[in-house]
């Protein structure tokens, strides 16, 4: 039962990495790819409610950790709800494909880029929030949701993480 939670923490370390790596040496800190984002969306759509946003929130707090926001728990917030709302959706469709994948991942990536901008808007210090870096916004939320169908299949390879077959409940 633990096993999933070690695996979950042990692939968020090695997102973040990744994830600093990747903005720091091929985007020159322009651009932000998010893996803890396309983790919790996977998580949401093919994991139960309960140990699913377990782990969503546990990847929330790994990213309000390392991110250095200027709002504590920012992350813990979105995440945590950006599982719940793909657990909703994952009753109604299937994200079995790739192309279903990269469009969960993308809608999902547009709804969290808005809920923190709203939430640094409402809650952070006056100037913390702005909208001035939309364009790479989208470029970003493109990448994330390139990378989905590549992440889902490192993740369904790992046991009892996500199901390799997995099917609609």
Known sequence: MIRPYAYILLASLVAVVLQTTLNDHLFQGRLNTDLILVMVVL????????????????????????????LDGLF???????????????????ALSPGAQFVFV???GVADKVLLYLLLLL???????????????????FIN?????????LMS????????????P
């Open 43 to 70: 998580l949401g759509l093919f994991r139960d409610p309960v140990h699913g946003a377990l782990m969503a929130f546990l990847l929330g707090g790994i990213q309000d950790y390392f991110s250095g926001q200027a």
């Open 106 to 108: 993308l809608g999902f």
């Open 157 to 168: 390879r790992v046991p009892n993480l996500l199901p390799a077959g997995a099917t609609r």
């Open 123 to 141: 809650f952070a210090a006056p100037g913390v929030a702005s909208a001035a870096g939309w364009p790479f916004w989208i470029l970003e939320v």
């Open 76 to 94: 813990l917030f979105s995440l945590t709800l950006i599982f719940i709302l793909a657990n909703l959706f994952r009753r109604r469709f299937s």
């Open 145 to 153: 949701a390139a990378l989905a169908p590549l992440l889902y299949q």
